[in-house]
């Protein structure tokens, strides 16, 4: 009788793995969405409204969900109360907080956009941001294909692993 529990929790508990992995990609894809989103608005707001900083950031917020939200919302309360720091830091430090399911490449396009953001003029504002709305939808389109091609794998790969371990332990 143990054994057969043991092998009901090692079974599940390889495929928990495989859903975990597939759980992470599906958030990546879900983050970098709903992140384009906010650039979109943010660029809106930067190039045509010539609204300030925190406040497009502050709509930017509000036009999206989830992690991004709070990331734009971090990044306009930031910028309302500077206190001697770069902005670039805070758009870091925001990155970081929100704990946005992002790849390393992913970060390096925000950090290079945060760089960009509140030193220059509205016109290259815009620009930095229309590139980086490019790409980040591009990141995001390679994302959802490597969901699809590699979530069933990782769901059987889970599965049969712990059933494989099943059989080489009883």
């Known amino acids: 009788m143990i054994r057969w529990i043991g092998a009901v929790l090692l079974t599940s508990g390889s ?5 975990l992995a597939i759980k992470h990609m599906d958030g990546r894809v879900r983050d970098l969405r709903e992140l384009t989103a906010g650039i979109e ?5 930067l190039g045509w409204r010539l609204a300030p ?4 950031l502050s709509r930017a917020a509000e036009s999206v969900k989830g992690r991004a939200a709070q990331f734009f919302q971090l990044c306009s309360s930031g910028a309302e109360h500077l206190n001697g720091r770069m902005f ?3 758009w870091r430090d925001a990155a970081e907080a929100s704990q946005m399911r992002l790849e390393r490449e992913d970060m390096d396009l925000l950090e290079q956009l945060g760089s960009v953001l509140g030193r220059y003029d509205g016109d ?3 620009q930095a941001l229309e590139i980086a ?3 980040l939808e591009s990141q995001r389109a390679a994302a959802a294909a490597q969901r699809v091609r590699l979530g069933r794998v990782y769901g059987v790969l889970g599965l049969t692993a712990g059933l494989f371990l099943v059989i080489l332990l009883i």
């Open 53 to 56: 900083l925190p406040e497009a």
């Open 41 to 45: 608005t943010l660029q809106r707001e």
């Open 15 to 19: 495929a928990a793995l495989g859903y």
């Open 124 to 126: 290259s504002q815009r």
């Open 88 to 90: 670039q830091q805070i």
């Open 133 to 135: 709305g490019a790409r």
